[in-house]
């Protein structure tokens, strides 16, 4: 091949590497697609990838395979998922448990604003703190006088180390001026099967895990963690109405590619999902686990990660966590 040939090919690749690409998000999805969650079926992650996935995967025409990797806070799988191909076949269900294991682990081996590239904001789940019965709690100043009369014995349950409930009950100890004992779990439904057994005795919770046993007697509700009362229990006062202003702790979801997708599939995905958050048939499945359903393209995602990266931070080292 002579200088100029060489040459004229080089610059010819740019743009045939372009529209091979645009030739891929054309043809994207023609298989399977796999959505990876950080946490155990039947967690809050869990139920809400798959109702959002069957949604998704009928406007695709490809099948939305939910894989369950839970551990460490979703960092698990947030590190599958990043290594993951840059061809859109594997997705994430990124959530603020990610953000708040970075912000108390040195040097996390994965980012979601670094290793990620957001397509959008899916839904929000209120957190709400709950006892066992046999507290004789019934208000959370009654919580902060059993715990400050019994320090080091009360043991609480959460979804994982580093995840938003455990986060919660560490900014809870500090600005109460408390200390609870942590038990860490991989899940709601293994953290709430032994939080009604009385193994412990208190936990902030996912309000969809409890909420029938808090109906049911077996557990007691004292406040939401959210910034508002939440629609599935109106009643609950928040934690700023019980006297700890400021707390706002609510779980969130969102999809997320590995960063480096082509923007073409990325944008293909963020039109889908706008009729996926508003179809009926989502709202209310999310509904009825006590979900709220999110607004949010890849721009707004990733303002709202500056934001809450920021405030997990904050409320890492209010709560003697920081990294």
Same mark, same amino acid.
């Given at each position: 091949?002579?200088?100029?040939?060489? /040459?004229?090919?080089?610059?010819?690749?740019?743009?045939?590497l372009a529209l091979t690409v645009a030739a891929h998000a054309e043809d994207y999805p023609n298989r399977p697609i796999h959505l990876v969650?950080?946490?155990?079926?039947?967690?809050? *992650?869990?139920?809400?990838? /798959?109702?959002?996935?069957? @949604?998704?995967?009928?406007?695709?025409?490809?099948?939305?395979?939910?894989?369950?990797?839970?551990?460490?806070?979703?960092?698990?799988?947030?590190?599958?998922?990043? $290594?993951?191909?840059?061809?859109?076949?594997? &997705?994430?269900?990124?959530?603020?448990?990610?953000?708040?294991?970075?912000?108390? %682990?040195?040097?996390? %081996?994965?980012?979601?604003? @670094?290793?990620?590239? !957001?397509?959008?904001?899916?839904?929000? #789940?209120?957190?709400? &703190?709950?006892?066992?019965?046999?507290?004789?709690?019934?208000?959370?100043?009654?919580?902060?006088?059993?715990?400050?009369? $019994?320090?080091?014995?009360?043991?609480? #349950?959460? %979804?994982?180390?580093?995840?938003?409930?455990?986060?919660? *009950?560490? &900014?809870?100890?500090? @600005?109460?001026?408390?200390?609870?004992?942590?038990?860490?779990?991989?899940?709601?439904?293994?953290?709430?099967?032994?939080?009604?057994?009385? /193994?412990? #005795?208190?936990?902030?919770?996912?309000?969809? #895990?409890?909420?029938?046993?808090?109906?049911?007697?077996?557990?007691?509700?004292?406040?939401?963690?959210?910034?508002?009362?939440?629609?599935?229990? !109106?009643?609950? !006062?928040?934690?700023?109405?019980?006297?700890?202003?400021?707390?706002?702790?609510?779980?969130?979801?969102?999809?997320?590619?590995?960063?480096?997708?082509?923007?073409?599939?990325?944008? =293909?995905?963020?039109?889908?999902? !706008?009729?996926? +958050?508003?179809?009926?048939? +989502? $709202?209310?499945?999310? =509904?009825?686990?006590?979900?709220? %359903?999110?607004?949010?393209?890849?721009?707004?995602?990733? /303002?709202?990660?500056?934001?809450?990266?920021?405030?997990?931070?904050?409320?890492?080292?209010?709560?003697?966590?920081?990294?």
């Amino acid at each position: 091949m002579t200088k100029f040939s060489r /040459r004229s090919a080089l610059a010819l690749m740019p743009g045939l590497l372009a529209l091979t690409v645009a030739a891929h998000a054309e043809d994207y999805p023609n298989r399977p697609i796999h959505l990876v969650v950080g946490f155990i079926p039947g967690s809050a *992650a869990d139920i809400t990838a /798959r109702v959002i996935g069957n @949604r998704l995967g009928q406007l695709l025409g490809q099948q939305i395979v939910v894989e369950n990797k839970p551990g460490a806070g979703s960092s698990l799988a947030a590190d599958y998922a990043a $290594r993951a191909p840059k061809d859109g076949y594997m &997705l994430f269900l990124g959530s603020s448990a990610n953000l708040t294991y970075q912000a108390i %682990t040195a040097n996390p %081996t994965s980012d979601l604003a @670094r290793d990620f590239a !957001p397509i959008a904001l899916v839904t929000t #789940a209120p957190v709400i &703190l709950v006892v066992h019965p046999s507290t004789g709690v019934k208000s959370v100043k009654e919580l902060i006088a059993l715990a400050k009369a $019994r320090p080091g014995e009360i043991l609480y #349950a959460s %979804t994982g180390v580093g995840t938003a409930p455990h986060l919660a *009950a560490e &900014l809870f100890d500090t @600005r109460a001026g408390v200390k609870m004992v942590h038990v860490p779990y991989q899940g709601s439904p293994q953290a709430v099967t032994d939080l009604i057994a009385g /193994r412990t #005795a208190v936990m902030f919770s996912p309000a969809s #895990a409890v909420i029938p046993q808090v109906e049911a007697g077996k557990l007691v509700a004292l406040a939401s963690a959210a910034g508002h009362r939440p629609s599935i229990v !109106p009643d609950l !006062p928040t934690m700023a109405e019980a006297g700890m202003p400021d707390f706002d702790t609510s779980i969130w979801f969102g999809l997320m590619a590995p960063a480096g997708t082509p923007p073409e599939i990325i944008g =293909k995905l963020a039109g889908a999902m !706008p009729d996926v +958050v508003k179809s009926s048939e +989502v $709202r209310e499945a999310l =509904k009825s686990q006590g979900f709220d %359903t999110l607004a949010g393209g890849p721009d707004q995602f990733a /303002r709202f990660l500056v934001t809450e990266t920021a405030k997990w931070n904050e409320a890492a080292k209010a709560a003697g966590l920081k990294k």
